[in-house]
């Protein structure tokens, strides 16, 4: 007979009364929340060239490249560019231009961008163009927040139909405020919003989704098998039975994605980096909001058979 060893992150049969802390949980998120609203006007988002349109020319310089000379051989041709910046390694550049009106303007500005660099930075080479026009970029952007919207509204039909309403409501409620925490933590820290970026968040609604029905499922289960239990005791139970899973899980994607931050290069890391802090806020808000907002929206509908016992025995004293 062989020996399996098994990790466990938490001990078996925890008894955390994770109820307890429920408006505690629901402030912070909602202060979070709210704090993100405010970002997201100001100072808003590093919109992509997918969404604010333009030109960007990927530049590779013979040596490290010095900025301020990039600017100025742009600055003699009269290019206004709006930003160079460092991409990949010290001699790979990105350099934004404003939106061209057509086609034929864009090949012209590509043109004088290339003579300005041959002229003022000697051995830069361009090695990529990509534009996108200020009509596409609008489009992009109507799309990307209508599958986002498109989203919520398919995981509250889901859930509704495999649970009952209190749990929809309390899973698209949450979903809602985890997507307004990415859209702070990518003001905050300036990292690209683009398509990419959508696709992040579309990837962390997949994810918290998940987490929020193993937890779901397991408080199904529980009002079955325990007909009497108070809802308060039985969502702890629930997170309890299912806390191992949920934390391994979260591990598990955690550390996946961790060397696609730190060692993907730009073209990945941001979108890592959103995962990661989706990871985090979709596995807490499963247990500090999703399983809060389903106590107060059935504690007197998925439980009115409890509520006699609730008040003869002494959970009705818990807090």
Known sequence: ?????????????????????????????AVLSIASVVLFFHPGLNLGIDFSGGVLVEVQTNGPADFGQIRAALGKEHIPDQGVQRFGGDNDVLIRLGAPH????????????RAA???????????RVDAVGASVSAELFRNGLLALGISLVMIL??????????????????????????????AIT???????MVAAILTILGYSTNDKVVV?????ENLRKYKTMPLRDLIDLSINETLNRTLG????VFLASLPLALFGGESISGFAWVMLFGIVVGTSSSIFIAAPILLFLGEHRLRRD????AAKGPAATRP
């Open 216 to 220: 779901y499922d397991r408080v199904r």
């Open 306 to 309: 409890a509520a006699p016992v």
């Open 157 to 186: 039909v889901y859930i509704w139909f495999r649970f009952e309403w209190q749990f929809a409501v309390g899973a698209v409620l949450t979903l809602i405020l985890d997507v307004t925490k990415a859209i702070g933590f990518l």
């Open 117 to 127: 660099l041959e002229a003022g930075v000697p051995g830069a080479k361009i090695q």
């Open 102 to 113: 057509d086609e034929q303007a864009t090949q012209a500005l590509v043109t004088r961008v």
């Open 249 to 252: 899980t979260s591990m598990t």
């Open 1 to 29: 007979m062989f020996f399996r060893p098994t990790l466990r992150l938490v001990p078996d049969n925890t008894r955390i009364r994770f109820m307890r802390g429920r408006f505690m949980g629901l402030i912070v998120s």
């Open 190 to 196: 300036r990292i690209e919003f683009d398509l990419v």
